[in-house]
């Protein structure tokens, strides 16, 4: 069965930072694109940054890029969003997905999805 668990939301206040971590199980985690969602209330799901190791690929939204950074422990069968500079307009409930095609971007087809997790930055 595969499981994708998000951890590390919460509340922070602007300009702070905050790692999400999104455990997988249940699939060849290293062949994967692992991607990072986030839906603001009353807004559409929104494409934040995805890694396919297998390829050596990051991609980032424009709204994130140089505040975010995306990265793999596969060992651990982990990805990790680190984000800095967190600003009122970052929050949001942010997803992992998994999609098998490694060369999947930023759109919102991917297979396998989390339950999310809470991010609030304050002003």
């Known amino acids: 069965e595969v499981q994708l668990v998000e951890s590390g939301g919460g509340l922070v206040q602007a300009g702070g930072s905050l790692r999400l971590s999104c455990t997988a199980s249940g699939f060849a985690f290293d062949r994967y694109a692992i991607g990072w969602f986030r839906q603001a209330p009353g807004k559409a799901r929104e494409g934040v940054s995805c890694?396919?190791?297998?390829?050596?690929?990051?991609n980032y939204g424009k709204s994130v890029k140089g505040r975010f950074t995306i990265s793999s422990d596969n060992a651990k069968n982990t990805v990790y969003l680190q984000m800095n500079s967190l600003k009122p307009e970052d929050t949001a409930v942010y997803y992992c997905?998994?999609?098998?095609?490694?060369?999947?971007?930023?759109?919102?087809?991917?297979?396998?999805w989390g339950q999310g997790t809470q991010v609030t930055v304050s002003s």
């Open positions: 890694i396919s190791s297998s390829i050596g690929r990051t």
């Open positions: 997905a998994a999609d098998p095609n490694p060369y999947s971007g930023l759109h919102n087809r991917y297979d396998y």
